[in-house]
Structure formats: structure tokens, C-alpha cells
């Protein structure tokens, strides 16, 4: 599959890593200057991602994959933070369907899974969850991290959340309006991984791959 979405207008250079000056962009005071940053920067790598890595997930997911690079258009007066690009079945947007992330903060890159608030069908994924508790805990590995709002940059360990404490997790994103849920890995801002464009490639596909089962049980 051709990553038809981006491809005739973006870069279609290979991904080139993740380096200081990137991370360095999140330092920038202002709306504008950091938007001016991240625009030069850091977008043109999520591009890249994207076309590199939309083909691998529609394999996975046995369905085309179209990846989609924040914009940040709705910031008025504060930068943002974090920037990422996300990967969803539908080519014209992603908050509102189960998705893939990569991006990064300040302080590390983010691989993960991802269902947001916009997201209609998450309160059945939710349910859908709680049923397979058991599956879920055995099948995602221990050093994944989970969170329950994609604006902060921490979370919580696999390894060490209690099966009631996932459910918990679970039944929020059911109950809560607002709720959210994201699972996936952290990549401290000096992991040598970053640098070294294949070994992450092939790290973003081991992720995606071990949180296949909860995008299958989104989407089912």
C-alpha cells in the first residue's frame, strides 16, 4: 500500500532520527516561535514517519492506514508542548477513531496506542476491555506505559498496576465523559535508539505489533 494520503505533497525522505535540536524546540517561548520550530524541524520527521510506517500498519491492521500530522491549529496563545503524528483507518482525520501515535515531548518520544475523548465507540472498547482484563494484562508487556490523558507526559508502568487498578483505568474511560486512554512505550530525549533511524523504525513496529490486540478489540 502507498501512502497515498501524504505522499504527492510531503517529503518523501527516509526518517532520519530523532535528535538534542528536537527536543530543544519545546524551549522556544512564544506560540509563534516554537510553531516556526516545530514547522522547520521536527514536522518533516513526523512526515517521514508517517510515509514509512502508514504501508506497515495497514499490513497489521489488515486495512489501509492513513497517517496524519498534528497541526496545532487551535492554539491561539500557548505552544504546545508535545507534537505528533497519528495513524488511523480514515483519511480524513483520527481523534475521532481508535489511532496510532508517534511523537514526542520534551523529555522522550511516545509510541503508543491511542483512544481520545472525541472517540464515539470508546466507552464500548472500555467494555470490551474489562471483559478481557486477564488478556490484557498478560499480553502487554511489563515496561509499557499507560495513560489517562494524552496532554500530560507521564504515566503509569504495566508492571506495576494491580488488575484492579487497570480496570479502574478501563471503567473511567467508560464512565468519563472526557476520559482517555493511551498505551505504548517511552524513549528517554537521550536514548542512543533515537539516532539510529533503522533500529527505531524497527522498534515503532515491535510497539504497534504488541498493541495490536487493543486496537483489534476498538475496533471490533
Known amino acids: 500500500m502507498s501512502s497515498t494520503a501524504i505522499s504527492s505533497t510531503l517529503p518523501t525522505s527516509s526518517f532520519s532520527g530523532f535528535g538534542e535540536s528536537d527536543f530543544k524546540v519545546f524551549e522556544i517561548a512564544g506560540l509563534e516561535p516554537r510553531m516556526d520550530a516545530l514547522i522547520t524541524q521536527v514536522r518533516p520527521k513526523l512526515h517521514q514517519l508517517g510515509n514509512e510506517l502508514s504501508g506497515y500498519l495497514s499490513q497489521l491492521c489488515g486495512e489501509e492506514i492513513f497517517p496524519h500530522v498534528a497541526k496545532h491549529a487551535r492554539r491561539k496563545v500557548n505552544p504546545p508542548n508535545d507534537t505528533w503524528v497519528a495513524f488511523a483507518n480514515n483519511k480524513r482525520g483520527y481523534k475521532a477513531y481508535p489511532h496510532f501515535q508517534i511523537g514526542l515531548w520534551a523529555s522522550h518520544v511516545f509510541i503508543q496506542f491511542a483512544i481520545i475523548y472525541e472517540c464515539p465507540s470508546k466507552q464500548r472498547f472500555a ?15 511489563s515496561s509499557y506505559v499507560w495513560s489517562k490523558d494524552h496532554m500530560v507526559p507521564t504515566g503509569l508502568v504495566h508492571s506495576e498496576l494491580s488488575k ?12 468519563v465523559k472526557a476520559a482517555e486512554l493511551t498505551c505504548g512505550i517511552h524513549i528517554g530525549r537521550h536514548d542512543a535508539l533515537l539516532a539510529d533511524e533503522a533500529a ?20 471490533s
Open 200 to 219: 527505531f523504525i524497527a522498534k515503532a513496529e515491535q510497539t504497534f505489533a504488541s498493541v495490536l490486540p487493543l486496537y483489534k478489540l476498538a475496533m
Open 164 to 175: 484492579d487498578e487497570l480496570a479502574e483505568l478501563f471503567t473511567r474511560l467508560k464512565t
Open 127 to 141: 467494555e470490551r476491555a474489562l471483559k478481557e482484563i486477564s488478556t490484557i494484562r498478560k499480553t502487554i508487556p
